[in-house]
């Protein structure tokens, strides 16, 4: 059964701070990566996909990297802003089935 | 289209009534999911359909839950005997078939069972 794990669960940074945060994955078996952005009380927004064959994906100021063999990967904030604070969701897609598997969410506050 | 749609987007319900959720995905979008999301926690699926079928259940999908996307458009979701536990934000997204998973949510109704 794949487990995804977030960490930090809760980071809190100063407007400008480049930042990663980190996602890790139990089985090595899957079909894209997905990172989504959840503000409170909202739905999920899509920010980027991986597909297993990659290795990273670029959207603005942010990137996400992807190293299927060790279980692993980041999305990168480049100078955060006070509108970047969310809840940061990535989720792994296995390759049978349709299935999404969370993780438990990095919950970042960037301070003006 | 503006996006996935979901009603009601809160409802309030005393233990033991039924409850139905819609959901309208994105009109060209063939894929819809329900998950489950608690407080703090990353959302759980629940069930896919591809079309009007319903292709995969999870097993916290109990017999309490049931899920239909008759004319393969809109879909429902209904929980029978409510209990508090499942009190709950009920999200649904829907996706293309073209290969790429990307999925887009609706902003969840959002369920409170007293």
């Known amino acids: 059964k794949q487990e995804v794990t977030q960490i930090p669960a809760a980071l809190s940074v100063p407007e400008g701070e480049n930042l990663v945060l980190n996602c890790s994955f139990t089985d090595s078996a899957i079909y894209n990566l997905q990172w989504f952005r959840q503000d409170p009380g909202k739905g999920l927004t899509s920010l980027l996909l991986i597909q297993s064959s990659q290795r990273e994906q670029t959207s603005g100021r942010l990137n996400a990297s992807l190293d299927k063999s060790s279980g692993r990967s980041t999305l990168y904030i480049a100078a955060s802003q006070p509108g970047d604070s969310a809840t940061y969701l990535c989720a792994a897609l296995p390759n049978a089935g349709n299935m999404l598997t969370f993780g438990g969410g990095t919950r970042l506050m960037v301070k003006p | 289209d503006t996006g996935v749609s979901q009603n009601p987007r809160h409802k309030i319900t005393k233990r033991g009534q039924n409850v139905t959720f819609r959901c309208d995905p994105i009109?060209?979008?063939?894929?819809l999911y329900w998950y489950r999301q608690t407080l703090g926690q990353g959302p759980e699926f629940l069930t896919y359909f591809q079309n009007e079928a319903q292709l995969e259940k999870s097993r916290l999908l109990s017999d309490r839950f049931s899920a239909e996307r008759p004319k393969g458009s809109f879909s429902t979701l209904e929980i029978q005997r409510t209990e508090q536990g499942d009190s709950a934000m009920y999200l649904c997204?829907?996706?293309?078939?073209?290969?790429?998973?990307?999925?887009?949510f609706g902003s969840g109704t959002q369920l409170s069972v007293l």
């Open positions: 997204a829907s996706s293309t078939n073209s290969g790429d998973e990307k999925l887009f």
């Open positions: 009109s060209e979008h063939n894929r």
